[in-house]
């Protein structure tokens, strides 16, 4: 977060379940300014998220973008349809399997190992441009 400029405070541990993303949206809603996007560690937590933003009347995306994790079958039928990163579970197993390899050969090695994952963000309708406060865009 300090890398792009954001504090973070606006990190919140949730638990990747539908209750996580509407707990985690009500503390983000708590705060002095409250994020203008969201991007959750799965599409649970997004959903989540949305159904918290639905109860407080908070307009998805007008007010707040929402980005999910995962791209689950669900994301296209939620209102409106979630923005989501879709990866290969496929090539998820292969590297966690080949980063436990590599602990199991190297078990004392300090040396951090860096694995790539392709990913797509596939566009939906929860997300926008960041609505305007006081004059000045929000980031």
Same mark, same amino acid.
């Given at each position: 977060?300090?890398? !792009?400029?954001?504090? *973070? &405070?606006?990190?919140?541990?949730?638990?990747?379940?539908?209750?996580?993303?509407? @707990?985690?949206?009500r503390?983000?809603?708590?705060?002095?300014?409250?994020?203008?996007?969201?991007?959750?560690? @799965? /599409?649970?937590?997004?959903?989540?998220?949305?159904?918290?933003?639905y109860?407080?009347?908070?307009?998805?995306? /007008?007010?707040?973008?929402?980005?999910?994790? &995962? &791209? !689950?079958?669900?994301?296209?039928?939620? !209102?409106?349809?979630?923005?989501?990163?879709?990866?290969?579970?496929?090539? +998820?197993?292969?590297?966690a399997?080949k980063?436990?390899? @590599?602990?199991? &050969?190297? *078990?004392?090695?300090?040396?951090?190992?860096?694995?790539?994952? !392709?990913?797509?963000?596939?566009?939906?309708?929860?997300?926008? +441009?960041?609505?305007h406060? @006081?004059?000045?865009?929000?980031?």
């Open positions: 977060m300090a890398e !792009i400029g954001l504090s *973070p &405070d606006l990190i919140v541990v949730g638990n990747h379940k539908l209750e996580g993303g509407m @707990n985690a949206l503390e983000l809603h708590a705060l002095n300014q409250p994020p203008t996007a969201v991007l959750c560690s @799965n /599409d649970m937590t997004a959903i989540g998220v949305m159904r918290e933003a109860e407080r009347n908070i307009k998805i995306p /007008d007010e707040l973008s929402v980005i999910g994790f &995962d &791209d !689950i079958h669900l994301t296209e039928f939620t !209102i409106p349809p979630l923005t989501t990163v879709q990866m290969s579970q496929h090539e +998820l197993a292969k590297i399997f980063a436990l390899l @590599n602990v199991v &050969d190297e *078990p004392r090695t300090q040396e951090r190992q860096r694995y790539e994952l !392709i990913t797509t963000l596939v566009l939906r309708r929860s997300t926008a +441009l960041a609505p406060r @006081n004059g000045s865009p929000n980031h």
